[in-house]
């Protein structure tokens, strides 16, 4: 088995007037430290997939294991990022970044050692003590990122982390978040909407279908380019067959 | 870029706009002069009735007759205390009446109708009843104008709670933030802005609050020489009671705004 695994999560949002299946028995592993990005059309679940995975939410059926082991919430080995940077306007940089950690009371020296190596290794050192308002898009999404890793996730949750920015920023900050958590070993998972951005990032790419989700066809990214990042796989030989590939099952399902 | 020195057009278009500025405060000063002048010429010419609008120099006067009795500052004093403590405890007892909704949903649901009732009803009708339960005196006028200030904090602060971006409370929630941390570290900072401009609203409606208070029962304060001015037919009283209470709901009013600049950025 693998890092994380999903064993046939069903979910199922009910109202007075209606019950909306929007995840039908999905089943995912993921391998230590592998990248896996989800592709599916807009509001199809995927981030609800995510929601179940981080325990904020409780699937009708089917479980979700870590490490073999059925999880348990509150669990503190996953971390979470969002479309919105969601870094608190009211606080300082360095003081967004060790929030987690303020919420555990886990403000060991250890850990804030930990907080403060971080922020020096990527970048951040010089705007400990500014504000969110004073920072770009692209460095918003860093601290967020920084934010998540200083409480040592084991898996990281992406729920479409760049498509808050502009087309530019977006190149540039997914090459460098996807540096990141490669030398930090992270285990992740990933939706996005955008195929070009999934080939450049994904080992692995799952496409699912619209609402109900299905897992429709799982893709293994082999690119043929040394010392690969989102940027210069954008470049890679296979890059535009994988992108006909996955089109063409989203175009599928999409009708 | 900031260009250390700044171009002729940039000098031009400063001073323009100080121009423009001045022009505005010159206005405005004129227009009160006139409206005092005016008023003073038109009384001595008896073209309106002195007895009934009062004039300018009776209003001075009357202001130093009544400082040098020692009543005047007592009487504004009176109104003041009133005023904060009403308006301080409506925006408190608001903003924790609305927690309690926020931590129980099932709470609030059940409470909605009554809350949109209560925020219908003109709470000035609840001052007979009030004076009967908490007697003829300072208790109940602060009571009178806790409860004009009560309900509007509670639904707009509840309003500024329920604003607050759901991926921030999710956020925590992946910490392991329980209820009690969301209040904490996102629900209450997040409200902040929205806590001070109700406190910005409530400054106007205790005013209303304690000066009807005092109408109905005040043996001191502003409102009480206001009441008393108009039964002896002191309408000099009457003015000047009122100019007073302008100027000071103003400087309130200018030092919560103070505040709100200085926490929202």
Redesign the interface.
């Known amino acids: 088995m693998g890092k994380l695994t999903l064993c046939n999560v069903s979910m199922t949002y009910h109202t007075l007037h209606t019950e909306t299946k929007t995840l039908d028995d999905i089943s995912i592993k993921v391998d230590e430290g592998e990248f896996v990005v989800l592709v599916g059309p807009s509001g199809c679940g995927k981030s609800t997939l995510l ?1 179940i995975i ?3 939410i409780t699937p009708t059926s089917g479980s979700v294991y870590l490490d073999n082991k059925i999880i348990s919430y ?1 669990c ?1 080995k ?3 990022m ?3 940077d ?1 870094l ?1 306007e ?2 300082s940089i360095y003081k967004n970044i060790t ?2 950690l ?3 009371r886990e403000l060991t020296k250890d850990n804030i050692d930990f907080a403060n190596n971080l922020i020096e290794k990527y970048g951040l050192s010089s705007f400990k003590n500014y ?1 969110p ?1 004073q920072l770009s898009g692209g460095m918003r999404q860093r601290v967020a990122l920084i934010r998540t890793l200083v ?1 040592n996730p084991e898996i990281l949750l992406l729920d479409e982390p760049f498509s808050a920015l502009d087309y530019h920023t977006r190149l540039l900050v997914s090459d460098e978040i996807y540096k990141i958590i490669k030398a930090e070993g992270k285990t992740t998972l990933m939706v996005t909407h955008d195929i070009a951005e999934a080939i450049s990032l994904a080992d692995r790419i799952i496409v699912l279908s619209s609402r109900p989700a299905k897992i429709k066809k799982e893709f293994n990214i082999n690119l043929s380019i040394e010392n690969r990042t989102p940027l210069t796989s954008r470049n890679a030989p296979e890059f535009k067959d994988y992108f006909n590939l996955i089109w063409k099952e989203l175009d599928k399902y999409d009708k | 870029m900031i260009n250390n020195t700044p171009s002729k057009e940039h000098l031009e278009y400063i001073s323009k706009i100080k121009r423009r500025n001045t022009l505005i405060t010159l206005c405005r000063i004129l227009i009160l002069i006139i409206f005092i002048a005016q008023w003073e010429i038109t009384a001595r010419l008896n073209i309106v009735d002195p007895f009934l609008v009062s004039q300018p120099s009776k209003i001075v006067t009357t202001f130093f007759k009544l400082m040098q009795e020692g009543h005047l500052l007592r009487h504004t004093y009176v109104t003041c205390i009133e005023t904060i403590i009403g308006f301080i405890s409506g925006t408190i007892i608001g903003t924790l009446i609305a927690i309690i909704l926020w931590l129980s949903d099932f709470i609030n649901k059940v409470l909605e109708p009554y809350l949109v009732v209560l925020n219908a009803l003109p709470k000035i009708a609840l001052g007979p009843i009030l004076i009967f339960w908490v007697g003829n005196g300072q208790p109940a006028i602060i009571i009178i104008a806790l409860t004009i200030s009560l309900i509007v904090t509670i639904i707009s602060v509840l309003t500024g709670f329920n604003d607050v971006d759901e991926d921030m409370i999710k956020l925590v929630k992946t910490f392991g933030a329980n209820k009690y941390q969301i209040l904490k570290y996102v629900v209450l900072p997040h409200s902040l802005p929205a806590i001070i401009s109700t406190l910005k609203i409530n400054v106007g409606l205790s005013w209303v609050g304690v000066i009807v208070g005092e109408f109905l029962v005040a043996k001191e304060g502003l409102g009480f020489l206001i009441v008393f001015g108009g039964q002896v037919a002191q309408l000099d009283m009457v003015m000047l009671s009122i100019i007073i209470l302008s100027i000071i709901a103003y400087i309130m009013y200018a030092i919560v705004s103070k505040i709100e600049s200085k926490y929202i950025k």
Do not use: H, M, V
């Open positions: 929601s981080a325990g904020l509150p503190n996953i971390g979470y969002f479309q919105k969601t608190f009211w606080r929030l987690g303020e919420i555990r504000y308002s409480l």
